[in-house]
């Protein structure tokens, strides 16, 4: 896996997360009792916006050609899991199709619990892209001293 993967994924996973946030925004606005489980999904999806622009600017940097390859399929692996979890929580809303109080009742029995468990997956894929992020930090930073 070259950093161009790396960074061609990241681009890839922020486009479906502006997607998905889209969608959320648009199911909230119909079902308002999903807003509290909602909120969360969009900050997480914020913060792994937020690190996948990092790590995209990481991975353009030539001095990161020195990564290790088990550091680049690592980290490509985790975007592919998080494109996986974000693609699940838009079928999950997808799935809620429907007139606002079919959409409700659906969210009510199982929705909310699907997503959460979602967001849970999304929480440790992003704190394991986090640590990730630091190791290709401190290759970056180990490599120009040398």
Do not use: Y
Not at 43 to 55: A, G, I, M, V
Not at 58 to 73: I, V
Request: glycine share 4%; proline share 1%; charged share 25%.
């Amino acid at each position: 896996m070259d950093p161009l993967s790396i960074a061609v994924g990241c681009v890839s996973l922020v486009g479906t997360i502006g997607q998905l946030s889209g969608q959320i925004s648009s199911f909230v606005r119909d079902i308002r009792s999903a807003r509290t489980e909602l909120d969360a999904i969009s900050r997480e999806l914020l913060s792994l916006k937020t690190l996948l622009e990092l790590l995209q600017e990481d991975a353009d940097d030539k001095s990161d050609a020195s990564l290790p390859d088990t550091l680049k399929k690592q980290i490509t692996g985790i975007i592919v899991n998080c494109n996986i979890v974000a693609t699940e929580i838009q079928k999950v809303l997808s799935n809620h199709a429907g007139s606002k109080i079919d959409k409700a009742a659906k969210w009510a029995f199982n929705g909310r619990e699907d997503v959460n468990k979602l967001r849970l997956s999304l929480e440790a894929h992003k704190s394991a892209l986090e640590i990730a992020l630091e190791m290709v930090a401190l290759s970056v930073v180990l490599c120009s001293s040398i």
